[in-house]
């Protein structure tokens, strides 16, 4: 009998800790709607595959100037931080480039094509990572 008298006492132990934790991570935090969490986890996926794949030569700040390459390809990776850069590429041609290589775009055939390597929802997450460098009409800081 007095063991489950202590369990029971343990139990409500346990349960109140977890309510006050509860009760003290929620009450500092708003909760975010299913989009903004998207949105989240869209935005930390882009960036993480644009240091991955892109960085390399576009330079992590999307400069064009990549740590390993961008210094010595010719032509010079494209520069996302310039506002002419995003003037005649829409998303579809952003997305096609992606896909199938800058080379199905017109451009040099030294960007390689992701679209085996990348899911159509990464590459879509790239995008918008690419959007948002300074120079894009998408990136809120340049409004």
Same mark, same amino acid.
């Given at each position: 009998?007095?063991?489950?008298?202590?369990?029971?006492?343990?139990? !409500?132990?346990?349960?109140?800790?977890?309510?006050?934790?509860?009760?003290? /991570?929620?009450?500092?935090?708003?909760?975010?709607?299913?989009?903004?969490?998207?949105?989240?986890?869209?935005? @930390?996926?882009?960036?993480?595959?644009?240091?991955?794949?892109?960085?390399? /030569?576009?330079?992590?700040?999307?400069?064009?100037?990549?740590?390993?390459?961008? #210094? +010595?390809?010719?032509?010079? &990776?494209?520069?996302?931080?310039?506002?002419? #850069?995003?003037?005649?590429? *829409? +998303?579809?041609?952003?997305?096609?480039?992606?896909?199938?290589?800058?080379?199905?775009?017109?451009?040099?055939?030294?960007?390689? &094509?992701?679209? !085996?390597?990348? =899911?159509?929802?990464?590459?879509? #997450?790239? @995008? *918008? =990572? @690419?959007?948002? #460098?300074?120079?894009?009409?998408?990136?809120?800081? *340049?409004?």
């Amino acid at each position: 009998m007095s063991r489950n008298k202590h369990s029971a006492g343990l139990y !409500r132990v346990f349960a109140g800790i977890c309510a006050c934790l509860l009760c003290s /991570c929620s009450a500092n935090q708003e909760h975010a709607s299913a989009d903004e969490q998207k949105t989240s986890y869209a935005s @930390i996926d882009g960036r993480r595959l644009y240091m991955h794949y892109c960085a390399i /030569c576009h330079g992590e700040n999307g400069d064009g100037a990549g740590r390993y390459y961008g #210094f +010595s390809l010719e032509p010079k &990776p494209a520069d996302f931080t310039d506002d002419s #850069f995003f003037e005649e590429r *829409d +998303s579809e041609l952003l997305y096609k480039a992606i896909s199938e290589g800058s080379a199905s775009v017109g451009r040099s055939n030294l960007c390689p &094509p992701w679209g !085996r390597t990348l =899911h159509k929802e990464e590459v879509g #997450f790239l @995008i *918008d =990572h @690419i959007r948002s #460098f300074p120079g894009s009409d998408d990136n809120p800081e *340049d409004k």
